[in-house]
Nanobody, 120 residues
Framework: QVQLVESGGGLVQPGGSLRVSCTASGVLSSRNAMGWYRQAPGKQREMVATITGGGTFTNYADSVKGRFTISRDNSKNTVSLQMNSLKPEDTAVYYC?????????????WGQGTQVTVSS
C-alpha cells in the first residue's frame, strides 16, 4: 500500500526559507513522478512543482519559479521542496503526490498535507 508522509512545514516570516519533505513507502518511488501541490483556504488545490521518476525533468507553477526548487533522493524514497523568498500568498497546506502506473492506468496518491504559514 502506497503511503506518503510529509514533514517540515511551519511558520516563517516573509522573505524567509522553508524546506518540506515527503517520504514514500510501499512503492519504488524512482519509477514514479512526484509533485507538490498546495491548497489555501477558500481556494482550489493547485500544482506547485513536479519531478519525473529519475529526477531529470521538473515543472513549476509560474508563481514559484525562481523561488522554489523540487528535488528527490530515490535512495531514500523522498522528494523535497526548498522554498525561498517566501511570500504571505504562499501560505497553504502543502501536499505531496505520487503518480503510480498500474496496467497502463495512472493512480494518484496523496499525503496528509503539511501547513506552511508565511506571516510576520
Amino acid at each position: 500500500q502506497v503511503q506518503l508522509v510529509e514533514s517540515g512545514g511551519g511558520l516563517v516570516q516573509p522573505g524567509g526559507s522553508l524546506r518540506v519533505s515527503c517520504t514514500a513507502s510501499g512503492v519504488l518511488s524512482s519509477r514514479n513522478a512526484m509533485g507538490w501541490y498546495r491548497q489555501a483556504p477558500g481556494k482550489q488545490r493547485e500544482m506547485v512543482a513536479t519531478i519525473t521518476g529519475g529526477g531529470t525533468f521538473t515543472n513549476y507553477a509560474d508563481s514559484v519559479k525562481g523561488r522554489f526548487t523540487i528535488s528527490r533522493d530515490n535512495s531514500k524514497n523522498t522528494v523535497s521542496l526548498q522554498m525561498n523568498s517566501l511570500k504571505p500568498e504562499d501560505t497553504a497546506v502543502y501536499y505531496c503526490m505520487m503518480t503510480v502506473w498500474a496496467q497502463a492506468v495512472p493512480q494518484n496518491y496523496w499525503g496528509q498535507g503539511t501547513q506552511v504559514t508565511v506571516s510576520s
